[in-house]
């Protein structure tokens, strides 16, 4: 009987797309999947670092896995971000950890499973690999046949320096793709029923694997079998003229643009060296609206960073209300390792806790209004949908996303990876309801729709 693995993942996308591409590598030398820990031979943290609370749950989920290997002997291994900054720190606050790993790692998880399991040493692989010979983990197509949508990565690292980010220290400076590598895995993709990808990197819009970031989208657009591409994440100032004009020419660019803002005030911006002011970035808004009148926008935002006032606040609610964001993701500050923000947050003055809470509570419900306000006008239109499968909250429905990313539930019977229309007969600031109209196109393949990745576990 093979091994059983399971894989615990903290934070963003980049990390989920690691976990696959870690799953992938577990599966080569025989590991099965589990969605259950306790019965899990090999237990993997994949880590994020760019909040505190991300942090504390993770190293509060190890305490709980510490279990597993007392009662079965599972190995315990970390990575990701956390295991790139704390190195063998790690090791030594948690005795019960036999490995840590990097990002740039992921790929000699078999090795080092031999070297733990023969060789009974623990081990600590971080080397970053910061140069063009960098070889990027390539998804295994097989894995992902019985997908609707896959990521596909096109670059790794940052090479900004924003004052309060961990990234540059975590996953070292930008390497590129090269154009070809990334067009010939989405073929591969596609072969087997994907009919969406995601680009994906720390900071797409300064792509440089041979074309620019606009002529990677039009020609990831161009590879037979893809309906809708979509990309994260970006940085307001590379947001060039010509990918504007991308979005204005080629329809299978998803009308979806996730526009980190960070802050509506341009004293908290300064600070946090974002490079651009409001106006500058409701200024390249405005342009992307009227290249894709249809396009919906997302942003993050970041309350109580050093220095914050009760001002600097209100600049950020003025710049939501302005925005008219579809959806935001937004987060209490917290200083993080090695960050010119944590040097200067004495200097700049730290926002109490209690105040940084209760300005976020304002935000995300001053969002929820705004969000809610834009899907209601959905209601009673018939949208396009991309299905996925079941409906996570009633099996019996379906679930799919319109090109503007907005999560549809609807009563039907389409397969996933049919393309159909669907009525909107409701509406909730996440998410839309309705019913299952015209089939626009169908499945290429059949989708077995069991759960896939059910080790995925998202924190
Ligand atoms: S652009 Fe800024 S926030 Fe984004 S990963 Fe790079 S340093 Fe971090």
Request: charged fraction near 25%; charge should be neutral.
């Amino acid at each position: 009987m093979s091994k059983r693995y399971f894989i615990h993942t903290f934070g963003c996308q980049m990390n989920v797309n690691d976990t696959l591409r870690m799953s992938e590598a577990l599966k080569s030398v025989g590991y099965a999947a589990t969605a259950d820990f306790e019965r899990a031979d090999l237990i993997v943290l994949n880590t994020c670092a760019i909040r505190e609370k991300a942090e504390d749950k993770m190293h509060s989920a190890l305490g709980r896995y510490r279990q597993v290997k007392l009662s079965r002997g599972a190995l315990i291994g970390v990575g990701g971000c956390v295991a790139q900054q704390e190195k063998s720190k790690l090791l030594e606050r948690s005795p019960w950890v036999d490995f840590v790993f990097g990002p740039d790692a992921i790929g000699n998880l078999p090795q080092i499973l031999e070297r733990v399991g023969q060789d009974r040493v623990r081990v600590v692989d971080t080397a970053w690999v910061d140069s063009e010979e960098y070889v990027f983990p390539r998804a295994d197509a097989e894995t992902s046949r019985g997908k609707v949508t896959e990521f596909v990565t096109i670059m790794k690292g940052c090479d900004n320096v924003c004052a309060f980010c961990v990234v540059p220290h975590t996953r070292g400076r930008e390497v590129s793709r090269p154009f070809v590598d990334v067009l010939d895995e989405v073929a591969r993709l596609t072969r087997v029923g994907v009919r969406e990808v995601t680009l994906i990197g720390q900071n797409v819009n300064s792509y440089l694997g041979g074309i620019s970031f606009a002529q990677m989208l039009l020609r990831t657009c161009e590879v037979p079998g893809v309906e809708r591409v979509r990309f994260t994440t970006s940085h307001p100032h590379d947001l060039s003229d010509e990918l504007i004009e991308a979005f204005k020419v080629q329809p299978k660019i998803a009308p979806h643009f996730h526009l980190p803002v960070q802050s509506g005030s341009d004293d908290v911006l300064k600070r946090m060296r974002r490079d651009y002011t409001v106006a500058e970035y409701l200024e390249r808004l405005a342009r992307l609206r009227a290249a894709r009148p249809d396009i919906a926008v997302t942003t993050d935002i970041i309350v109580g960073f050093p220095g914050e006032t009760e001002a600097d606040f209100e600049k950020t609610l003025q710049l939501t209300e302005a925005a008219k964001y579809d959806g935001q993701f937004s987060f209490v500050y917290s200083a993080r390792p090695k960050t010119a923000a944590l040097l200067k947050e004495a200097e700049w003055g730290v926002v109490p806790h209690e105040q940084k809470v209760e300005r976020l509570d304002r935000l995300q419900a001053l969002q929820k209004r705004i969000s809610l306000e834009l899907n209601s006008q959905n209601v009673g239109k018939t949208l396009e949908v991309l299905v996925e499968g079941r409906s996570k909250t009633d099996a019996a429905r379906r679930f799919g996303r319109t090109p503007q990313n907005r999560t549809v539930n609807f009563d039907g019977d389409a397969p996933a990876g049919a393309l159909v229309e669907v009525k909107i007969e409701r509406a909730s600031a996440s998410s839309l309801g309705g019913v299952q109209g015209r089939m626009l196109s169908p499945a290429p393949v059949k989708i077995d729709e069991a759960p896939a990745d059910a080790e995925l576990c998202v924190a």
